[in-house]
């Protein structure tokens, strides 16, 4: 009786685990990105010629190889004896976090290990802009800032950081796309409460702006 209870105990602990594994991996599943690929591209001088904003998006998704390249352009890290990116932010605070909406869900992207951690399931998509071409683009890159890293800074001085930091993040995702013929587009026009709430941000973080990534509608 004494070893039918422990067996019956065990296959119980057994399945408990699996189950509570199973939830926690995808709560915090985890997506490794293709190595970047940092060799070729085009001329610097014809990308700023060809450097534009598009609002019209196919609806073709994006490699994992070019979403890679895409993310490591606009904020990887390009030294890893330091940890620094490929663009620059007030007092290396690296406060800018870029979240990738996809149909799949809503990513958080590290640079350090060059992954996605999904944060929310749903596609969001549409959520990311007020416009409606943005629901069409395969991929909404989402700019928030963390003022939790600016240490003593003051409310404006964070705003005024964040604000250039982002904008050299997204000047690098217009120049990987000019380089790669994409369509892209930076936003401002976000319902920022609504996002904020359905991306289960904190009150210390701020979406700063939003760019929209895909391939030129044909």
């Known amino acids: 009786m004494k070893r039918t209870l422990f067996v019956i105990a065990s296959l119980a602990w057994a399945i408990s685990t699996i189950c509570v594994a199973s939830i926690f991996a995808e709560k915090i599943k985890l997506v490794l990105l293709p190595n970047p690929q940092v060799d070729g591209g085009r001329p610097l001088m014809q990308?700023?010629?060809d450097r534009s904003s598009s609002r019209s998006f196919s609806s073709e998704k994006l490699s994992a190889?070019?979403?890679s390249n895409l993310l490591w352009a606009a904020f990887g890290i390009n030294r890893p004896d330091t940890g620094k990116h490929t663009a620059p932010s007030a007092m290396n605070r690296q406060e800018?976090?870029?979240?990738v909406a996809t149909a799949?869900?809503?990513y958080l992207y590290g640079a350090k290990g060059h992954v996605l951690k999904r944060i929310v399931s749903d596609d969001i998509g549409a959520l990311t802009g007020r416009q409606?071409?943005?629901?069409?683009a395969p991929v909404n890159l989402i700019y928030v800032a963390d003022?939790?890293?600016m240490g003593a800074a003051t409310k404006e001085d964070k705003e005024l950081y964040s604000a250039a930091d982002t904008?050299?993040?997204?000047q690098n995702v217009y120049l990987y796309c000019a380089s790669e013929r994409l369509a892209t587009v930076v936003r401002g026009s976000i319902d920022r409460q609504t996002l904020a709430k359905k991306m289960n941000l904190r009150p210390d973080q701020k979406i700063i702006l939003?760019?929209?990534v895909g391939y030129p509608k044909k």
Request: charged share 25%; no cysteine.
């Open 47 to 49: 990308v700023l010629k």
């Open 65 to 67: 190889q070019v979403l």
């Open 96 to 99: 800018i976090d870029i979240y």
């Open 104 to 106: 799949e869900g809503l």
């Open 132 to 136: 409606d071409f943005v629901k069409e």
């Open 147 to 149: 003022f939790s890293r």
């Open 167 to 170: 904008g050299f993040i997204s």
């Open 210 to 212: 939003a760019q929209s």
